[in-house]
């Protein structure tokens, strides 16, 4: 045990402070996307809810509906459409209401 | 199952009374209803040092009669309805409901023969923590919101990305 | 008018109850009228026994005068001694008789085996009340013939007949030992009377008297079932009818106690501490071993048997160190070891009969005695299972009920040994304490064993489902789990009874050492210690009632919800998922390993398969049988050597006998003319 | 049977093959893996012949359903270049010749295929449940027509006999693991058998699989196993390119196996950690647990995700790691999980608890076919990595030396897992040398079978995939170490253990029941 009890001295504290604090290992993690309207049309958010692996990402006429609860974060959204997709970075998700993970992102791009 | 008092009543005033009983101390209950096994491995790092989650008064029980809190992982698989049912069932009031990751969340898998695709078709969820599979550090910020000692984000958050805030 | 007029009635109303038996045939008035004569008889015994308790020895009266039986004179007295015997035997068999006419089935069988029954209550009485040699040999033979027929009630079956030639053959021999110290002890006395060889036990030499004492001991010992003596209680008790175990356990085997208690305290008055040191040892021995065994049978009434054997052995350790401290000069703790031990006979009594009578209910409702057969009759046989607990708590020596108040009296007496003055003795008699209270430890254990595995949990078979309360009989039992109330709670009176019992054998006066107040009790010395089973029992049960009240006043109030029991989330619940009598036990079976020499097998039906498909499962940790084993079957074999040798002698031809008798006649007239 | 020394040029891979095409035809031979057809009728001799050839072990066998149901078994063979044999038998009827008998490893899978596909062995002999809960398992959809009547129950009525009774743990057991049931049969003290449940977890995932392309396959079957995501992404993507007759390029192939070895070296601190707290030692896994984070936060900070979900692509790989980042973290990280190892080991009271716990004989691994670590400890150098052509390309060329041990117990498969752990680390640094990168070959859709391998933290990955014309899956097989381990466990628990040793030995087995149920 001794030898256990200079190892813990030695190894000193790791725990992070948060809440209190914000963490810097969370700028790692994998967060939902957040999307750029103007970037967005119809097709280019198609082909997202095509190549989109779980049920996160739907189309209701000109709004992209998207639940964040079902997301992965996966990415694979973004690299259908790079410029109009990028990480939101947001990590503290938690909502008392399953409604309120439900986005409406509006479709602004111009048709081509 | 038949309603409880504390289930009849609303969320709102469920959350009220779980911060004044649990503020400080609150014992968590994990379930596993068909999970990867990765959403486990978070909830174990939880204890570990880098997170300790004992230190903002939460605890792990391995007995429902103690447990406060059921942190529900996995698409809830049809055949393990019975233990879920159970386990909630032996929990005594208040009690909180956490759906965690992405498969709780009906993410992964739709309702089929074989799961319900999410926690919420089998027990009335209270609280949701996204991601696949959520940090630690966001389980904390999800136990945080369940017992009302941290601020939810959520509603506040638009995910669409800065530089085009006239998204409005 | 004295005890012996009312126990004439009681052997009237038996002999006329065996006869009403023998006359019954298959009918139940019949049935129903034996055991009604029977009840008669025992109430008047029990009145009888109760009164020369307190009464003191009657004189000695020869009915019929002269020689009337085989030589003999045909003496009887009623004793302070056997007075706790009498009445103890008049309580069974008021219990067995209001208990018989449910349990049994009215037939020619049954109405032979009541006739056995009341035959050998009478004789057990003649036994009791025999004031001369003769008569008490007599009806000890009686006896052993009447319960070797009692145990004979289904002959058919060999394990039956294995059982009742056990309880014989151990008799038989036995019974040789008795005959031999009673030869000796009157041949140097020139007595028969028992009363005249206690008096004149002083002309017979140290060496007789110590070589009667030891022949008496090992003799009646046989009866006791003390180890290694006791191998017939676990084949007889099975095999016999409910009742009939009763009434082995609950008398049969204490006449073996009073035989002992006899030599001991009444015509042999050895000299030296040495055989009461031989006789403690052997019941502290006999009390380890018969509590150890029992803790790995689950068959119910072998189990019950090895706690009779548990039993003998403390009272017996009782009277040992009765017998020691008699000889250290201290006769007040003498005689309060053996009102102790006296107590204890009766408070074995009721209640080990009581459980015979409940296992066999419970074989009745369930058709099985195997512990791990049973289970959850608490919910089917709820009546039966209080009567049962009442027994349980008494035979686990828990306070408040009678098992606790003579148990505690014995260990503090025990306690005392230090006041012999002389090291070893001291040392030897508290070692005698500690190993009886290592028997009170397991026997706790092993009855919650025997109660929880039947009563509690889950049936673990159908039939044990299918239990039902279809009139089986509660009167019976029930008499006796009330009298273990009364032995608890009325202790002071039992105490102050038994106290002029101990003055008439012994000679002190213990009163106020005994009983100070009205309530408290003291061992023999006032400045050890003290307590009121009276006030205990009171207290107890007022510590159980308030809280119970407490909860019913404050319940309304508290919002509460009952779910089921957590159970992991299992689908369902199986009763093969519950402790099985066995399992429950093993700890003791790993500790005292050295003792059971348990042999472990073990067949899984994945060992024999490649794929190791999974399948059945059976574990069995087999005891072995030492005393069977390496003391019985020795003998056994010599015996058989024996028989073969002689075989020849033997050849079935009429000319050969012819040449035997000859030879014989002409070796007659050789002596004669010698 | 008399072993004619294994070590020669060519030798079991030639026996093996020769021997099994000497009864069927050869339908296909490249990248390490040889596919023969065999006749029903030549079935038994066959599976005879390649288990009576030492070396070689039953890796797999799984059905298919076409017109007639087709019974594919996966052979192994460990020695000179190491590689695959799949023969392949359309069974008429529903009943094919018993092979548990002769390859034990086969019974699970013979349960398994008749809960699917209502097939059984010809001999009568009972099969136990896999997959179908005793409770609500009718309504359940199959890969075949399902078994005329369900599984004769072998476990549920799991007779207990005489003085033994069944203790029931789980299948909700402590706080922060699987569901998982024990039937634990007990004497009061030792564990006289122990029997498994894990239906509460089975979610259809081979079933789901079905008419999924296969970038949505990978993305599910990741979540099949998720402690061991890549080693099963690998395994089905490897299958898949087989399938469709490509090969990714070399650069991403070796950027999967950065990702493995990634995966190989948090599992081994995690399953540290768990022996641990299995030991009661918390000290020691808090300390694990701190080496075991740090490499998550390597992973994430390298591949954007803590458990490399999500690299694995088909054709190759959806990110590049952060070399510096790698480089320059991963040392550290793996010298916290070194170091803590050196003090348990050097703590009495943990090793005491391994050492002669759980034991599993090596004639046990063999007969039941287990894999990884679990079969390394007991002396078996089998390793999935060995296989260098086809979908072990990139070991090709980085000697990866398997480290085995005797003795078969938790200390055993403990040292076994340090040992890999450094080699991990080794091989880490040697990819990021040769270069990475992420790089995808375009898959073009086309019909066609594969199989797939990955030795993954648990030991040997297989996955098998028949893909259509327009590349999407018609039966997706995936057998995770897990799904072979876990029948090693009950018979590592009944060598003369107690209660307490049971969760020792499932820390140092470190198994999923995801993994088993998928």
């Known amino acids: 045990m001794p030898l256990w009890f200079a190892r813990g001295l030695r190894r000193g504290v790791v725990t992070t402070r948060y809440p209190a604090r914000s963490d810097p290992s969370a700028a790692s993690l994998p967060t939902p996307p957040a999307f750029r309207p103007r970037q967005l049309t119809v097709q280019i958010v198609d082909r997202m809810i095509a190549e989109c692996p779980g049920t996160a990402l739907s189309r209701a006429a000109s709004t992209l509906v998207f639940d964040v609860g079902a997301c992965t974060a996966c990415g694979r959204c973004a690299r259908v459409a790079p410029h109009a997709v990028t990480p939101s970075g947001e990590f503290e998700l938690a909502a008392t209401a399953r409604s309120a993970l439900v986005k409406m992102i509006p479709i602004r791009g111009e048709q081509r | 199952m038949k309603p409880r008092p504390d289930e009849t009543a609303t969320a709102e005033e469920l959350r009220k009374r779980i911060a004044a009983q649990f503020g400080r101390s609150l014992h968590i209950r994990t379930m596993d209803t068909g999970s990867c096994a990765v959403c486990e491995q978070e909830i174990r790092l939880l204890a570990a040092p880098h997170y300790d989650l004992h230190r903002l008064g939460f605890f792990f029980t391995p007995a429902p009669r103690h447990a406060d809190l059921l942190l529900v992982t996995g698409p809830m698989v049809r055949a393990f309805e019975v233990a879920a049912r159970k386990t909630y069932e032996a929990m005594p009031g208040p009690k909180v409901v956490v759906a965690t990751g992405a498969c709780a969340l009906g993410g992964v898998y739709q309702a089929d023969p074989f799961v319900h695709g999410e926690v919420e078709a089998v027990l009335p969820v209270d609280v949701w923590i996204p991601g696949c599979p959520p940090s630690p550090l966001a389980l904390l910020q999800g136990l945080g919101v369940a017992v009302g000692r941290l601020a939810e984000k959520m509603p506040g958050l638009t995910f669409v990305a800065d530089g085009d805030g006239d998204a409005r | 008018m004295n005890p012996l007029d009312l126990l004439y009635g009681a052997g009237g109303a038996w002999l006329a109850a065996a006869l009403a038996g023998l006359l019954a045939g298959s009918r139940r008035p019949g049935l129903q009228a034996c055991c009604a004569l029977s009840a008669v008889g025992g109430a008047a015994a029990a009145a009888g026994g109760g009164w020369s308790m307190v009464y003191g020895n009657t004189g000695l009266v020869t009915p019929g005068g002269g020689p009337t039986i085989v030589g003999g004179p045909l003496q009887l007295q009623a004793t302070s001694l056997a007075g706790v015997f009498v009445a103890l035997l008049g309580l069974v068999a008021v219990a067995i008789a209001w208990y018989a006419p449910r349990y049994h089935e009215p037939g020619r069988g049954t109405a032979l085996y009541l006739a056995a029954y009341n035959l050998a209550l009478l004789a057990c009485l003649a036994v009791l009340a025999a004031g001369g040699m003769v008569t008490f040999l007599v009806a000890w033979e009686t006896m052993s013939l009447a319960c070797y027929l009692l145990i004979l009630r289904h002959p058919r079956s060999d394990a039956s007949a294995r059982g009742a030639f056990w309880f014989l053959a151990l008799s038989e021999i036995g019974f040789l030992l008795v005959v031999a110290a009673f030869v000796i002890l009157s041949s140097k006395t020139h007595a028969t009377a028992l009363d005249a060889m206690a008096a004149r036990a002083h002309l017979v030499g140290g060496g007789w008297l110590a070589a009667a004492y030891l022949l008496a001991l090992i003799g009646f010992g046989f009866k006791a079932g003390l180890v290694p003596l006791h191998v017939w209680l676990p084949e007889a008790h099975p095999v016999a009818p409910a009742d009939g175990s009763g009434f082995l356990s609950g008398v049969v085997v204490k006449l073996g106690v009073y035989g002992i208690a006899l030599f001991a305290f009444r015509l042999d008055p050895v000299a030296g501490a040495w055989p009461g040191l031989v006789t403690m040892g052997a019941g502290a021995l006999t009390a380890a071993i018969g509590i150890l065994y029992a803790m790995g049978e689950r068959d119910i009434k072998r189990f019950l048997a090895y706690s009779t054997i548990e039993n003998t052995g403390i009272i017996v350790t009782a009277f040992g160190a009765a017998m020691i401290f008699h000889a250290y000069r201290l006769p007040a703790l003498s005689a309060f070891l053996l009102i102790a031990g006296l107590y204890h006979v009766a408070n074995h009594g009721c209640y080990k009969t009581l459980l015979f009578l409940e296992a066999g209910v419970v074989e009745h409702a369930t058709g099985t005695r195997d512990m791990d057969r049973l289970g959850g009759l608490v919910h089917r046989l709820p009546r039966s299972a209080v009567i049962a607990f009442t027994g349980t708590l008494g035979i686990a020596a828990l306070p408040p009920l009678n098992g606790f108040v003579s148990e505690w009296l014995i260990f503090q007496g025990l306690f005392q040994g230090f006041r012999t003055g002389s090291d070893l003795y001291g040392i030897l008699i508290v070692l005698a304490a500690a190993t009886l209270g290592l028997t009170g430890g397991l026997a706790i254990y092993a009855f919650v064993r025997g109660f929880g595995i039947p009563f509690l949990g889950m049936p673990r078979t159908r039939q044990a489902a299918a239990a039902r309360e279809t009139g089986q009989p509660l009167a019976g039992p029930g008499l006796l789990a009330v009298a273990c109330v009364a032995l608890a709670v009325g202790a002071p009176v039992m105490l102050a009874a038994l106290s002029r019992t101990a003055r008439t054998v012994t000679g002190v006066t213990l009163g106020p050492l005994l009983l100070p107040g009205k309530l408290t009790v003291l061992p023999a010395h006032a400045d050890f210690s003290a307590f009121s089973p009276t006030y205990l029992a009171v207290f107890l049960v007022a510590a159980c009632a308030v809280p119970a009240l407490i909860y019913l006043a404050g319940r309304p109030r508290a919002a509460s919800v009952s779910v089921p029991v957590w159970d992991g989330g299992m689908v369902s619940f199986k009763p093969r998922m519950q402790y099985s009598a066995m399992t429950f036990s093993a700890p003791t079976r790993v500790t005292f390993d050295a003792l059971y020499r348990p042999a472990v097998s073990v067949t899984r039906a994945s060992d024999d398969d490649p794929a190791g498909r999974s399948g059945p499962v059976h574990y069995e940790a087999q005891v072995t049988p030492i005393f069977e084993r390496y003391l019985y079957r020795p003998v056994i074999r010599a015996v058989e050597w024996l028989a073969d040798g002689v075989r020849p002698v033997q050849s079935g031809d009429v000319n050969l006998y012819l040449l035997y008798v000859f030879a014989v006649i002409l070796l007659a007239y050789l002596l004669g003319a010698v | ?518």
């Open chain 4, 1 to 518: 049977m008399t072993a004619v020394e294994p070590r020669a040029a060519g030798g079991i891979r030639d026996r093996l093959t020769g021997a099994l095409s000497g009864l069927g035809s050869l339908r296909a031979e490249h990248d390490g893996v040889t596919t023969i057809g065999i006749p029903v009728e030549a079935l038994e001799r066959a599976t005879q012949t390649a288990a009576g050839i030492p070396g070689v072990r039953l890796a797999d066998m799984f059905a298919a359903d076409g017109e007639a149901t087709v019974l594919r078994l996966v052979w192994a063979y460990e020695a000179d270049e190491p590689g695959y044999v799949v023969t392949e038998t359309e069974i008429d009827g529903d009943q094919y010749p018993p092979l548990s008998d002769i390859a034990p490893a086969a019974f699970v899978e013979e349960c398994e295929i008749y809960e699917q596909f209502g097939t059984r062995p010809a001999d009568g002999k009972p099969l136990n449940r896999v997959m179908l809960p005793p409770h609500d398992g009718a309504g359940l959809p199959t890969l075949g027509h399902r078994p005329a009547q369900p599984p004769a129950d072998v476990h549920a009525p799991h007779f207990v006999g005489g003085q033994a009774f069944e203790f029931p743990f789980g299948p909700v057991r402590q706080a922060g693991v699987e569901s998982l049931y024990y039937g634990l049969v007990t004497s009061g003290e030792e564990v006289v058998d122990l029997y498994l449940f894990t239906w509460h977890k089975h979610r259809g995932v081979e079933w789901r699989l079905r008419g999924k392309t296969v970038r949505e396959a990978i993305f599910l079957a990741e979540r099949a196993e998720g402690l061991s995501a890549v080693a099963v992404g690998w395994a089905l993507a490897a299958a898949a390119e087989a399938a469709a007759g490509i090969t990714p390029p070399p650069a991403a192939a070796r950027t999967r196996a950065v990702a493995l070895e990634l995966e190989r070296l948090y599992n081994h601190a995690a399953a540290t950690a768990a022996l641990g707290q299995a030991t009661g030692l918390s000290v020691g896994q808090a300390a694990a647990e701190i080496a075991l984070e740090r490499l998550l936060r390597v992973n994430a900070a390298a591949f954007g995700h803590r458990y490399l979900f999500g690299v694995i692509e088909p054709g190759g790989v959806s990110r590049a790691p952060d070399a510096e980042v790698l480089r320059r973290e991963l040392p550290g990280a793996y010298d916290e999980l070194r170091r803590t190892a050196d003090a348990l080991l050097s703590t009495n009271s943990f090793v005491d608890r391994l050492e002669a716990c759980g034991i599993l004989t090596v004639e046990q691994a063999r007969r039941l076919g287990l894999v990884g670590p679990v079969a390394r400890a007991t002396g078996l150098a089998t390793d999935a990595r060995l296989a260098t052509a086809g979908a072990g390309a990139p070991y090709a060329g980085h000697s990866v030396s398997v480290v085995t041990a005797a003795g078969g117990d938790v200390f055993a498969r403990f040292q076994v897992m340090l040992g890999e752990a450094a080699e991990s680390a080794r091989l880490v640094t040697e990819f990021l040398d040769r270069g990475t990168a992420a790089e995808c070959s375009l898959v073009a859709p086309r019909a066609g079978t594969g199989l797939g391998w990955a030795e993954s933290s648990r030991g040997e990955v297989l996955a098998w995939v028949a893909l259509d014309e327009d590349g999407r899956i018609t039966r997706a097989r995936l057998r995770p170490g897990s799904a072979r381990n876990w029948r090693g466990f009950d018979d590592a628990c009944r060598s003369q253990n107690v209660f307490t040793d049971i969760p020792i030995i499932e820390a140092s087995f470190w198994l999923t029941v995801a993994g088993m149920a998928r």
